[in-house]
C-alpha cells in the first residue's frame, strides 16, 4: 500500500512564494508520472502540474512561468514551487502519485491521492 503525505500548504500574499512537497512510501517498486491538481472552493479539481518518468513535465496554462515541478527519484517526492502567486491560485491542492509496487517479477499497478494541503492567497 503507498501512502503519499503532503506538506507546506498555507497563507501567503500576493506575489510572494511557497513551495509544496509530497513524499510517497510503501513498496513502490517505480513511479510513473507525478502531480499536482488543485480544487478551489465551488470549482472541479484541476491538473496544475505534471512530471513523467522521464522528467517531462506539463503545465496549465494558468501557472505556467510561476509554478515548478519537480521530483526526487531517490526519495520519492515530488515538489512544486509556486512564485508570483495571485488570487486565484487559492485552493487546496492535492498530489497524485501513479506507478507499480512490488518487484520486478511481479508488478501491481497503483495510483493515489494524497489528502489534500490549502494554500491561500491573500493579503
Known amino acids: 500500500q503507498v501512502r503519499l503525505v503532503e506538506s507546506g500548504g498555507g497563507l501567503v500574499r500576493p506575489g510572494g512564494s511557497l513551495m509544496l512537497s509530497c513524499a510517497a512510501s510503501g513498496n513502490i517498486f517505480t513511479i510513473y508520472r507525478m502531480a499536482w491538481h488543485r480544487q478551489a472552493l465551488g470549482k472541479q479539481r484541476e491538473l496544475v502540474a505534471l512530471i513523467g518518468s522521464g522528467g517531462t513535465t506539463n503545465y496549465a496554462d494558468s501557472v505556467k512561468g510561476r509554478f515548478t515541478i519537480r521530483e526526487d527519484n531517490v526519495k520519492n517526492t515530488v515538489y512544486l514551487q509556486m512564485n508570483s502567486v495571485k488570487p486565484e491560485d487559492t485552493a487546496v491542492y492535492y498530489c497524485?502519485?501513479?506507478?507499480?509496487?512490488?518487484?520486478?517479477?511481479?508488478?501491481?499497478?497503483?495510483?493515489?491521492w494524497g489528502q489534500g494541503t490549502q494554500v491561500t492567497v491573500s493579503s
Open positions: 497524485y502519485v501513479q506507478g507499480a509496487t512490488g518487484s520486478a517479477v511481479q508488478l501491481t499497478g497503483f495510483e493515489t
